[in-house]
Every structure is written in C-alpha cells, then in structure tokens.
C-alpha cells in the first residue's frame, strides 16, 4: 500500500515558478513510475508528466515540454517533484501524483497507475 501527498500549489502570477511535491506517506516509491496529473474545473483529468523508477526516463504532455521538469529524490526514496516555470493561467488545475505497481515503466494513461493522492491546488492569474 502506497499514501501519496501532495503539497506546494498555491495562487501565483503568470511567468512565476511553483515546485510541487509528492511524498510517500507510507511505502515506498523507490521501484515505482510515478507520474503528476491535473483537472482543471469541468474537465477531465490529463497526463502532465511521468518519471521512472530509477529517474533515466521522463514523459511530458506537449503544453507543458520545456516549462515543467519532474525529477524524484530516490535518495530518500520517498519524493517526486514538479517544477513548473514560466506559468500560464491555463496551468490552472488541482494537481495529482500518482504511482504505478512496482518495477513497470512510465505511462500516460489514468488507468496505468494504483494509487493516487487527494491532489494540491495550483492556480496562476493573468
């Protein structure tokens, strides 16, 4: 069993930078891909960026490519993050972290992950 937590959304200007975090409350994430979504009001849910277990590989929704990084701390082996610059008011969302089964790859599909956190709120004004 994995409890993920988000934390970092906050109300920020466009062109501003927020890092969000996803720590493992219980588990480990250190063998998982893990990935960051987000739902902005009255749409569905999108793939935003995913990483590897062991960090070599990273994924990126086409929007997001040269202004978002994810990255994972497997030191600790209990963090993934996403830096988000040069934000946009339709970076607006509640932003998830989600973690796939042990030892799969990456994936961009909703249906590719077993758990997710309750989600942290980012919001960028014009």
């Known amino acids: 069993q994995v409890q993920l937590v988000e934390s970092g959304g906050r109300l920020v200007q466009a062109g501003g930078s927020l890092r969000l975090s996803c720590a493992a409350s219980e588990g480990t994430i250190s063998s998982r891909a893990m990935g960051w979504f987000r739902q902005a009001p009255g749409k569905a849910r999108e793939f935003v960026a995913a990483?590897?277990?062991?960090?070599?590989?990273?994924?990126y929704m086409d929007s997001v490519k040269g202004r978002f990084t994810i990255s994972r701390d497997n030191a600790a082996k209990t963090t993934v993050y996403l830096q988000m610059n040069s934000l946009k008011p339709e970076d607006t969302a509640v932003y998830y972290c989600?973690?796939?089964?042990?030892?799969?790859?990456?994936?961009?599909?909703?249906?590719?992950?077993?758990?997710w956190g309750q989600g942290t709120q980012v919001t960028v004004s014009s």
């Open positions: 989600a973690a796939r089964k042990p030892f799969l790859g990456i994936s961009e599909i909703l249906g590719g992950y077993d758990y």
């Open positions: 990483i590897s277990g062991n960090g070599a590989t990273t994924s």
